[in-house]
């Protein structure tokens, strides 16, 4: 960094400034030292001859096709026939950076024949790690809510379990926000995941999730509210993350987590 001596550091002021620069998303060493980019050459380099431009060689030329990734996204998702296929289309998938700093994708959780699908927002520093999604402390304050009506990821039962995924299968640099041309690219897959899981209602937690199924910002005023989302019952609810910031409003997560056991039990 700019005006610091890492010899006076000690090792441990070292490694906390390691971890500081890999949550900030730095994941490559480009040099040991400082390139001077105005700094120009006293000879600057020559372009080769060109080729002769011919009638053939044009015709020869492939086309410069420009590439849609929502319309690839598309064409990937609606080709996978099982969740395993959906999966492999995903990781195969070229045009999202995302995949590029992130360890691996996080695709689901939970049982796929559960009543209840839950869908987040993307990724953080533990799911990237353990390759699934809701396992940092946001994870398990959401595992203790479900625990207080009955209800698991883990649950051999699937009118007691939960299946859960997210918009993004890659982890953002840094946590930051998923950008529009990320969710749109990744939302093909996401409704080819819900049309395969085939749940009975859905949980959008959070604003991100709101916004890319139902078109709405604004969790604080849908929340609770038995909505349509992907021809599906869909109920926002506030996500685990913001009742970990703010834990007043865990009264109003309460009071969701209610009305989803309220209407489950209607419907069994």
């Not at 600057?44 to 319309?71: K, R």
């Not at 996204?73 to 999202?96: S, V, W």
């Amino acid at each position: 960094m700019p005006g610091m001596d890492l010899d006076d550091l000690s090792p441990d002021a070292l490694r906390a400034l390691l971890e500081w620069q890999r949550e900030m998303g730095v994941d490559e060493a480009l040099t040991e030292t400082p390139v001077d980019r105005f700094a120009l050459p006293e000879k600057m380099p020559q372009p080769a001859a060109a080729a002769p431009l011919t009638p053939a060689a044009v015709q020869a030329a492939p086309a410069d096709e420009a590439v849609d990734p929502v319309t690839e996204a598309e064409r990937a998702a609606a080709a996978a026939a099982t969740l395993e296929d959906l999966r492999a289309a995903i990781e195969r998938y070229p045009h999202c950076d995302l995949r590029l700093g992130a360890k691996q994708v996080v695709f689901s959780d939970g049982d796929p024949r559960a009543r209840v699908m839950l869908i987040g927002e993307a990724p953080g520093r533990d799911e990237d790690r353990q390759g699934k999604p809701f396992v940092g402390q946001a994870g398990q304050l959401l595992d203790k809510m479900l625990d207080a009506i009955g209800m698991s990821r883990h649950a051999d039962d699937p009118g007691r379990s939960l299946y859960i995924t997210n918009l993004l299968p890659w982890r953002p640099e840094g946590n930051r926000d998923p950008t529009v041309e990320e969710t749109a690219m990744m939302l093909p897959f996401l409704r080819r995941h819900v049309e395969l899981a085939d749940p009975e209602v859905l949980i959008l937690m959070g604003n991100h999730a709101c916004f890319a199924l139902l078109g709405r910002r604004g969790i604080t005023k849908m929340r609770g509210q038995w909505l349509e989302a992907m021809g599906k019952p869909a109920m926002p609810m506030l996500h685990t993350a913001y009742l970990l910031r703010q834990p007043h409003a865990k009264r109003q997560a309460w009071e969701d987590l209610l009305r989803l056991q309220d209407r489950l039990e209607a419907k069994a």
